[in-house]
């Protein structure tokens, strides 16, 4: 089960490149249901996630490098590029996704939890911008589909 909320970020935090760091790539081989393939870093994963928002199912398989390079020929849409940033804050992490290519320059801050009641309790810090948990617009499997509402 993935736990998440989401958000436009208004603002980078200090230093983001002092933090982890991992090139993703990500294309869909279906958006109906998600069925996701990314590479990040040296990791070839297929993704299925189930329906829902704040909180879905979630599968991982992982691919080998051919595997992932076959697959890719398959997939519909933008392959998204983006950087991501793992920035520790209180007890979670926060995942700094800013976008590459025509996506740019969005930049999406996730935050993942053990319960939906810890989603709920969250407070955001002022570097986070506008709330996106519950637009479906801002799913990745969305973006990958057409430009971010806010660019239309």
């Not at 879905?56 to 590029?81: C, H, M, N, Q, W």
């Not at 935050?111 to 939906?116: G, I, L, N, Q, R």
Request: net charge negative; proline share 8%; glycine share 4%.
């Amino acid at each position: 089960m993935e736990i998440e909320r989401k958000f436009l970020v208004s603002r980078l935090p200090d230093a983001p490149e002092r933090f982890p760091r991992v090139r993703m790539e990500q294309a869909y081989l279906s958006t109906d249901p998600v069925i996701r393939i990314r590479r990040a870093g040296e990791r070839y994963v297929l993704t299925c996630k189930g329906h829902g928002l704040l909180a879905r199912e979630e599968f991982e398989l992982d691919l080998t490098p051919e595997s992932y390079a076959r697959l890719l020929t398959k997939t519909e849409g933008i392959r998204i590029v983006k950087d991501r940033y793992e920035i520790p804050l209180g007890a979670y992490t926060v995942e700094l996704d800013i976008f590459h290519g025509t996506l740019a320059p969005l930049v999406v801050a996730e935050v993942e939890f053990p319960t939906e009641d810890a989603a709920k309790a969250f407070v955001a810090p002022d570097w986070f911008g506008r709330e996106v948990t519950y637009d479906p617009a801002y799913t990745n499997a969305a973006l990958s589909q057409k430009t971010p509402p806010d660019r239309k």
